[in-house]
Protein backbone atom coordinates (compact mmCIF):
# COMPACT_ATOMS: atom_id res chain seq x y z
CA UNK A 1 0.00 0.00 0.00
CA UNK A 2 1.12 3.47 -0.31
CA UNK A 3 0.07 6.87 0.22
CA UNK A 4 0.46 10.63 -0.88
CA UNK A 5 1.32 13.68 0.78
CA UNK A 6 -2.14 14.55 1.67
CA UNK A 7 -2.81 11.07 3.22
CA UNK A 8 -4.45 9.49 0.71
CA UNK A 9 -3.67 5.39 0.35
CA UNK A 10 -3.34 3.59 -2.73
CA UNK A 11 -2.99 -0.50 -3.29
CA UNK A 12 -1.08 -1.14 -6.56
CA UNK A 13 -1.55 -4.47 -8.03
CA UNK A 14 0.88 -5.48 -11.14
CA UNK A 15 1.88 -8.70 -12.41
CA UNK A 16 4.58 -11.00 -10.12
CA UNK A 17 7.25 -9.76 -13.06
CA UNK A 18 6.70 -5.96 -13.59
CA UNK A 19 8.63 -3.40 -11.78
CA UNK A 20 6.48 -0.31 -10.55
CA UNK A 21 8.56 3.07 -10.56
CA UNK A 22 6.97 4.75 -7.64
CA UNK A 23 8.81 8.34 -8.98
CA UNK A 24 6.88 7.85 -12.82
CA UNK A 25 3.46 6.51 -10.76
CA UNK A 26 3.68 9.51 -8.78
CA UNK A 27 4.47 12.24 -12.16
CA UNK A 28 1.26 10.30 -14.12
CA UNK A 29 -1.15 10.50 -10.85
CA UNK A 30 -0.39 13.91 -11.19
CA UNK A 31 1.37 14.20 -7.26
CA UNK A 32 4.32 15.35 -8.53
CA UNK A 33 8.04 13.75 -8.20
CA UNK A 34 8.65 11.90 -5.09
CA UNK A 35 5.16 12.16 -3.50
CA UNK A 36 4.21 8.73 -3.23
CA UNK A 37 5.62 6.70 -0.94
CA UNK A 38 4.84 2.99 0.54
CA UNK A 39 2.39 3.35 3.42
CA UNK A 40 3.87 2.86 7.18
CA UNK A 41 2.52 -0.55 8.77
CA UNK A 42 0.34 0.73 11.23
CA UNK A 43 -1.74 2.28 8.35
CA UNK A 44 -2.45 -1.67 7.30
CA UNK A 45 -3.99 -2.47 10.50
CA UNK A 46 -5.48 0.44 10.92
CA UNK A 47 -6.99 1.53 6.94
CA UNK A 48 -7.24 -2.20 5.65
CA UNK A 49 -7.68 -4.11 8.75
CA UNK A 50 -5.26 -6.77 7.45
CA UNK A 51 -1.71 -7.33 8.82
CA UNK A 52 1.38 -7.06 6.79
CA UNK A 53 1.91 -9.18 4.10
CA UNK A 54 -1.84 -9.70 3.08
CA UNK A 55 -2.63 -6.74 1.10
CA UNK A 56 -4.45 -7.59 -1.49
CA UNK A 57 -7.51 -5.23 -3.59
CA UNK A 58 -10.27 -7.87 -1.04
CA UNK A 59 -9.28 -5.76 1.97
CA UNK A 60 -11.39 -3.03 -0.14
CA UNK A 61 -13.92 -4.53 1.27
CA UNK A 62 -13.84 -2.88 4.82
CA UNK A 63 -16.02 0.24 5.64
CA UNK A 64 -12.23 1.09 6.90
CA UNK A 65 -10.84 1.21 3.47
CA UNK A 66 -13.43 3.40 1.63
CA UNK A 67 -11.44 5.90 0.87
CA UNK A 68 -8.35 3.86 -0.45
CA UNK A 69 -7.62 3.95 -4.60
CA UNK A 70 -6.92 0.70 -6.55
CA UNK A 71 -4.51 0.98 -9.03
CA UNK A 72 -4.34 -1.88 -11.18
CA UNK A 73 -1.22 -2.89 -14.19
CA UNK A 74 -2.63 -3.49 -17.82
CA UNK A 75 0.24 -6.47 -17.24
Not at 4 to 12: E, H, T, V
Not at 27 to 35: A, F, T
Not at 42 to 67: H, I, K, W, Y
Request: glycine residues 8%; hydrophobic residues 45%; proline residues 4%.
Amino acid sequence: MAKDKKQRFYIISALVNTKVDIKVLSQRLGLGKGCLRMAPVEALGEVLQVPLGCVTPFALVNESARDVSLLLDQG
